[in-house]
């Protein structure tokens, strides 16, 4: 995957890995399960309006909380294409990249950005394209090997296919 494009979910600060998916979830590895309750504990309607190449944009500190690769994962599954915020926690971020999950950095894109907008990225220039405001702005690209991991979908993947 060299881009993505969807509409924008806006959450704030501070979005905590019990609140991606709540820890009563977590008896199950199930992928579809996990993204049946993604997000509902700050948006119960996430999962019923949320569609394929969809985007979540946030501002500081998405993922901070628990080390749980649940979190990811039910985004992933949930049929989220990427997460742009200001900052990741450091945890959230590594497991990402380790399940697949575009995630982006960018403090101008995830305050200007709203809720609703359309919007695209390029992968491989790290470039964001709010499409309904016309705006682009440089988030962080990733380095070639972490692009690698993401496009086998996964760490697993990538070094199953070596």
Do not use: W
């Amino acid at each position: 995957m060299k881009e993505a494009r969807g509409n924008v979910f806006k959450f704030g600060d501070n979005v905590d890995t019990d609140v991606i998916i709540p820890a009563r979830y977590l008896n199950t590895t199930d992928h579809s399960e996990l993204a049946a309750h993604c997000m509902e504990d700050i948006d119960k309607t996430f999962i019923q309006k949320v569609q394929k190449g969809d985007i979540i944009v946030a501002n500081k500190n998405f993922g901070c909380g628990s080390s749980r690769e649940h979190a990811p994962i039910a985004i992933k599954a949930a049929g989220v294409s990427c997460v742009i915020a200001e900052t990741f926690a450091r945890i959230f971020y590594r497991n990402s990249i380790n399940i697949g999950l575009p995630i982006v950095e960018c403090e101008e894109a995830a305050k200007e950005i709203n809720e609703g907008d359309v919007v695209s990225i390029n992968f491989d220039t790290g470039v964001i394209t709010d499409e309904t405001t016309g705006k682009s702005y440089q988030g962080q690209a990733f380095p070639p090997f972490m692009q690698k991991i993401i496009d086998s979908e996964g760490l697993v993947n990538y070094i199953n296919a070596k």
